[in-house]
């Protein structure tokens, strides 16, 4: 089946259904843990290709996983796909394919799905070997160990992981999938439930913030990761494309500092692209993609303010973001 052909992710009522992975084999199990093996595929505009970036850049898995960077404009108005059109004869240079779909394909020739980043492709079958973007930063915290650089630190503690594992369930249903619920709804009652949900998860995340520096804690885990890249997006996309206009995050009293405590650390603010992320939102075909009028790219809002004092130390005993490792000897 062409990738031209969208495929349908609304419900009878009007609400939206995120499709299901095609691509879920384990790394460490069917899938071999091996340097230089796999090419990871993304565009900085999603945020769940930007969480596995994220947690690549901070475990120093970007000197054995390369990355491959798709364009944040779809390519054209009837073709649902990722184009390397940021790279020489638009063309990925280590995989020399065009569109993100083609590994797709060559995986499984009949895929009738939307083509999604971040895929880890096998760079000499030039092949899509997983695309389960919910449990892909897992695996590079656990499997993935014996690539991580010297001294990296711990996201996905043993001592937590039911906790971090609760915070993404949630995170991951009223949060980062909750703006699309009210962005892609087609009925007025999907919408709003949408929307109150929303905001009733966001309001009560604000209020355990005043007391938590991070969602567990004194340190950065998994799940501040999971939640970031929606932060990140909220303003400057999000409040307007995806009507979740109750309230910016910067006028949350609690989940502003988190947010900009998280963007001024490594791994965060440096792989945040926000132009990107207003292209793909207000002029790519994400939304409203039947306007056929020329479309506007708004100017604001000011992108300077992240960098301002954030003042969440004073919640944390210690000045590490970082909880590192324990010695196994």
């Not at 009507?243 to 949350?252: D, Q, S, V």
């Amino acid at each position: 089946m062409s990738s031209n052909n969208k495929p349908a992710e609304i419900d009878q009522d009007g609400s939206f259904k995120r499709q299901v992975n095609r691509f879920t084999a384990p790394f460490g199990e069917e899938l071999p843990v091996q340097s230089g093996k796999y090419r990871l595929l993304w565009s900085p505009a999603c945020p769940w290709a930007h969480r596995a970036v994220i947690v690549r850049k901070i475990l120093g898995l970007d000197t054995s996983i390369s990355l491959g960077t798709a364009s944040p404009l779809r390519p054209q108005i009837d073709r649902v796909d990722w184009e390397f059109s940021l790279d020489k004869d638009h063309k990925d240079p280590e995989l020399g394919i065009q569109y993100v779909s083609e590994v797709y394909f060559n995986s499984d020739a009949d895929y009738n799905g939307r083509p999604t980043v971040p895929v880890m492709v096998d760079i000499e079958e030039k092949k899509a070997v997983n695309n389960d973007y919910f449990n892909l930063t897992t695996d590079f915290e656990t499997v993935w160990a014996p690539f991580h650089k010297e001294g990296a630190p711990d996201l996905y503690p043993e001592h937590l992981r039911e906790d971090i594992d609760r915070w993404s369930d949630v995170i991951f249903h009223d949060i980062n999938n909750g703006v699309y619920k009210c962005g892609f709804a087609q009925s007025q009652a999907a919408y709003e439930q949408a929307f109150d949900r929303l905001f009733a998860r966001l309001d009560e995340v604000d209020a355990h913030l005043a007391e938590n520096r991070f969602l567990l804690g004194d340190f950065i885990t998994d799940a501040d990761v999971r939640f970031y890249t929606t932060l990140a997006r909220f303003d400057v996309a999000y409040y307007n494309g995806f009507k979740t206009n109750r309230t910016l995050i910067r006028e949350f009293p609690n989940l502003w500092g988190y947010a900009r405590d998280l963007y001024q650390t490594e791994g965060f603010g440096d792989t945040t692209d926000f132009h990107a992320i207003k292209q793909h939102y207000h002029l790519s075909i994400t939304i409203n993609p039947e306007r056929t009028e020329e479309k506007i790219l708004p100017k604001g809002p000011d992108l300077s303010v992240w960098g301002t004092p954030h003042h969440r130390e004073q919640l944390s005993r210690t000045k590490e973001k970082f909880q590192h490792k324990r010695s196994t000897t």
